[in-house]
DNA sequence: AGGGTTTGTTTTGTCGTGCAACTTATATCC
DNA sequence: GGATATAAGTTGCACGACAAAACAAACCCT
């Protein structure tokens, strides 16, 4: 509990100036700033003046076709581009990622490769990543400041120390990926976050830019890879609970006499709408390709259909008692679920209607994540430039 | 997003140091918050200096035993007693309660009536925990000011209208509580606050005082009292969720193909580990006394016994998939269920072992809450002194 | 009795904000 | 086209809260 002196007031003034700026869907003024955080005037100018010169916000050219109301036109603010970035890589199955973005949510350079790391070792993937990291960095614009690194990993992470304790789809245990990687990012002095690929692609869908928010700002997400990852997102942030290990809906039980799982338990959620589980009760190949099951489904295929079927209803017992015990109606399904998302979504809406027991007052919804294998990355931008939005005064010279 | 000004600050200090006076094991002095805070000494005197004139703290003399170190003895700093309470209600299925809590914790008065309300009329039952409301805040001691009243009820509410939706096992619906309870508490101008009975029974585990902490400060809370309540617990604050509607554990599916339950939907916990589910598969009659099922187990009856272990099976299957969304490891049982508690936690952390992800790195443990009927209104009172501690400034006179 | 030690108070200085007056830049009206 | 209205941004001053340091108080120990 920290204590507040008169310098951590004018420290919390000035994000709280950056966050209105952020925050807000056109660029403010200085008194539209200062309306909406009910500071005076005079306080937001000497603090907006500050943040301009630090680099951290940015006066626009006041647009030629504006409103044209009487009184001195305003300087409009936004969050300044290129100045500060942050870099979010991001490890998954079958690719590897990197991303620079800046505290407008601009991606300013970006590498994907696809590869197969299953079964993979290591060191030799974070090589790679390593390498991606260093072109991608290297394509910052002149004087754009690096301001921090985050990796997302399909596994279970240890926050504090920043241990992979184990991704079984990788087939990894143990890893400690800001060794592998110091190489690319040492000359940077720059702290490796590592966190949970579905807590970060979570925090993706919930903020489009740093600072900004997406609706809805609580749901649950389902992050399918190989297996089934999740995260549970209350009023924008990630609920990743006492160790960082939360959102194992994968691993929910769905029947406990069905179906053995590789986590050692039996009828877990990912046996019924897992990828492989999905393509092979579909009567597929696991090689197949993620557009076929959709073709299938859509051409009237019935096995297709009873298999997506199948999978909703899962999902949809999985989800009722989530929904039950956090009260968070929303539903967003991401990863290769949301590939399916269109076909799924009205038998998980059904499950939930008929499973939750709020769902007379307000009816839980499915909605479907953009479609990008690297959101994971950019969410672990996102948070990084996150701790700026907390602390610009860190970055300001004074 | 309020803005700081100085005003604030000194308000936000305020409240740091009452917090840090009453989250302390033994009455500090002076210099001990300065140090706790890293405040300086003379800070934290006026501030202190203004707490014990507006009657929130108080300065215990100098205990004769002490410690007998050189230099000044301090002067030891507590919640003063008896200066600030706030009422708790709670009306359950079989009760209603009313109790005064003070700033220290104590109980300054209290009325537990056991009358059936199953099936009752709102506006008499209302009528009678009025009388009781009224004569405890006529036991207040001379000089005691309340600051607040809430009420715990065994139903779905609605915490910003104060409306109870539904309470099925009082068979109540849309009920507004507050209407019924002006006249006892119309004098006074509070504003009663409602919630349900399993997260105020759950705030009272974990905070055994105002502003003082309990450990776990993370749990899951289970609440048996006709059906089967509970509340998600994050360091310290209830999980309430969007709407409030969180932590009905009652109704996660255990077998989408189980028993219908009166919620529509089928397989619902509270079919397995309700206090009927529990006491018809025991062989018992639905007016059993909660000792005798207990009885029965000790004496080795086989029933009773098979009856604990599916109880307990389903528990674990529930809160398996729990622990494993929101990574809390520790359980805590209450109500009906903390009285067979020692019978059923060795299985509930038996399947837990097996059913949650994260077992190999933390075990996941059960812990059995005190046997109290009214903790629902102690809860209830800790959270209306909650906010005087949040704000202590809205109470001195300045 | 006197030095040592720790607590609590008083005094002075610094810093950030609010307030109000002022300057700047545009639109509108006659 | 000039006067006026309107709103944005700036400047100077006062107030309030905290920090720092010196001081007073109360107790232990030798």
Redesign the pocket.
């Known amino acids: 509990m920290a ?5 951590s ?2 420290h ?3 994000a709280l100036v950056t966050r209105t700026v952020l925050a807000a869907e056109t660029p403010p ?4 700033v200062a309306a909406a955080t ?6 937001v ?5 500050e943040l301009v010169a630090g680099g951290v916000l940015e006066e626009v050219e ?1 647009v030629v076709g ?1 409103p ?8 409009p603010l936004t969050a300044s581009r290129g100045h500060f970035a942050a870099l979010g890589l991001q490890i998954g199955v079958g690719h590897l990622a990197a991303r620079l973005v800046d505290l407008s949510g601009t991606v300013l350079a970006e590498r994907l490769v696809n590869v197969d790391l299953a079964g993979s070792k290591p060191s030799s993937a974070l090589r790679r990543l390593g390498s991606l990291a260093a072109r991608v960095l290297a394509e910052a614009p002149e004087g754009c400041r690096v301001v921090g690194a985050g990796l997302a990993l399909p596994g279970l992470v240890d926050v504090g120390s920043g241990r992979l304790l184990s991704a079984p789809n990788l087939g990894w245990e143990d890893v400690v990926p800001g060794t592998g990687l110091e190489e690319a990012l040492g000359g940077l002095e720059l702290k490796l976050r590592v966190g949970n690929e579905a807590d970060l692609a979570a925090y993706a869908f919930a903020h489009p830019a740093p600072g900004r928010d997406n609706e809805p700002q609580d749901f649950v997400y389902l992050s399918g890879e190989v297996g089934i990852g999740g995260a549970v997102v209350l009023d924008g942030e990630v609920m990743t609970g006492r160790h960082g290990w939360a959102g194992e809906i994968g691993h929910v039980c769905i029947d406990p006499d069905g179906p053995p799982c590789r986590c050692g338990s039996t009828g877990c959620l990912e046996q019924y709408a897992g990828r492989l589980a999905m393509l092979s009760a579909a009567g597929l190949d696991v090689a197949a390709i993620d557009g076929e099951l959709r073709g299938r489904v859509e051409a009237g295929d019935e096995q297709a259909c009873d298999a997506v079927r199948s999978a909703g209803r899962a999902l949809g017992i999985a989800l009722g008692g989530v929904v039950n015990v956090l009260d968070i109606p929303t539903v967003v399904l991401g990863g290769h679920l949301a590939q399916v998302g269109e076909l799924l979504s009205p038998e998980v809406e059904a499950v939930l209607a008929r499973r939750v027991l709020s769902a007379h007052w307000v009816t839980p919804r499915v909605a479907i994540a953009p479609d990008d294998p690297a959101a994971g990355a950019t969410g672990a931008a996102l948070i990084a430039l996150e701790e700026l939005v907390r602390h610009p005064a860190d970055v300001l010279g004074t």
Do not use: I, M, Y
Request: net charge positive; glycine share 8%.
């Open positions: 204590n507040l002196r008169q310098a007031l004018r919390a003034n000035l003024s200085r008194a539209d009910s500071l005076t005037r005079s306080t100018s000497r603090l907006v003046d006041s504006g044209g109301r009487p009184g001195r036109p305003a300087t």
